[in-house]
């Protein structure tokens, strides 16, 4: 049970990570596995055994969310685009009360006020920024555009892990966003076609991808571990002023599907969808 409940957080994390606005760090706060999480990839080689047994169910689960239920979320998003937001904003918000539990009865110093303030300032303004997607990227295989698809990965994948900041709204500002998804999608129909020149062509492109990622997940990882260890009232303050913003970021990001689809029945159901997403992140965050 506790192995299907552990694949299921990953999941919804790996969804997360593919809609620009969502962040998949928030959700890992949401679930009530953000610590243990950064614990275990920091403590991968000394703690082997147990770090792998913990992580490897949500990656297999984010890695999952993304390769089957991507599509659906993104049929979602255009059909019902409020209630899809509103239930992500409810796993966001269900979250909260569990990290407010972190500051709890500790004294708020200047440094925990201005972090709150920054990093929700930092999301909103991200937020507003990628309202429009940048040019498409070019993604030609050559050493300098590996190297440009290296950094990329180190950016999304540091950003991914962060609270309250979304990796893919990154990827859309950088106007790498929608060709990374369409080389995923193009690299899966290869695979199952056996077409080896299309397997190498994506394999070019999110194999760099890969490497930066991986190099950025264990950076960031170590560095948010440090925060906690030196300053942990700052840190968490700080996780909660991403957090806060975060349901700002998503509306501001969808705005105008907001509006397009503004209606009585909408409301009902999205308030409907919202209440479904405070209870799953209840449930999900639950030891």
């Known amino acids: 049970m506790e192995l299907v409940k552990s694949i299921l957080k990953g999941m919804v994390i790996g969804i997360a990570n593919a809609i620009p606005g969502v962040s998949g760090g928030t959700m890992m706060v949401s679930m009530g596995i953000y610590d243990k999480l950064i614990h275990c990839l920091t403590h991968l080689f000394k703690e082997f055994k147990k770090s792998v047994k913990f992580v490897a169910p949500i990656i297999l689960g984010a890695a999952l969310g993304v390769i089957l239920l991507s599509a659906v979320i993104e049929k ?9 937001n509103l239930l992500f904003i409810g796993l966001i918000v269900g979250g909260l009360p569990m990290m407010m539990n972190k500051v709890k009865g500790q004294k708020l110093g200047v440094g925990a006020i201005l972090g709150f303030i920054i990093f929700f300032a930092l999301v909103v303004g991200l937020a507003a920024l990628g309202e429009t997607e940048g040019q498409a990227a070019d993604v030609t295989f050559g050493f300098v555009n590996c190297i440009k698809l290296f950094g990329v990965g180190i950016v999304a994948a540091a950003t991914m892990v962060i609270p ?5 709204m990154m990827l859309m500002i950088m106007g790498y966003y929608q060709v990374i998804i369409e080389t995923i999608n193009d690299m899966v129909k290869a695979l199952i076609r056996f077409d080896i020149p299309g397997i190498l062509t994506g394999c070019g492109v999110l194999i760099p991808v890969a490497v930066g990622a991986v190099i950025g997940i264990f950076a960031i990882a170590k560095l948010v571990e440090l925060l906690f260890e030196k300053a942990p009232t700052v840190a968490y303050s700080s996780i909660i002023g991403l957090i806060v913003a975060s349901p700002i970021a998503i509306v501001l990001m969808n705005w ?16 409907l969808a919202l209440t479904v997403g405070v209870f799953g992140a209840f449930k999900l965050g639950g030891e």
Do not use: D
């Not at 309250?164 to 893919?168: L, Q, T, Y």
């Not at 105008?256 to 308030?271: D, Q």
């Open 76 to 84: 979602m998003f255009t059909f019902i685009p409020i209630q899809t």
């Open 164 to 168: 309250g900041v979304s990796g893919s």
């Open 256 to 271: 105008n599907s907001f509006v397009a689809n503004f209606g009585f029945v909408s409301i009902i159901t999205g308030l």
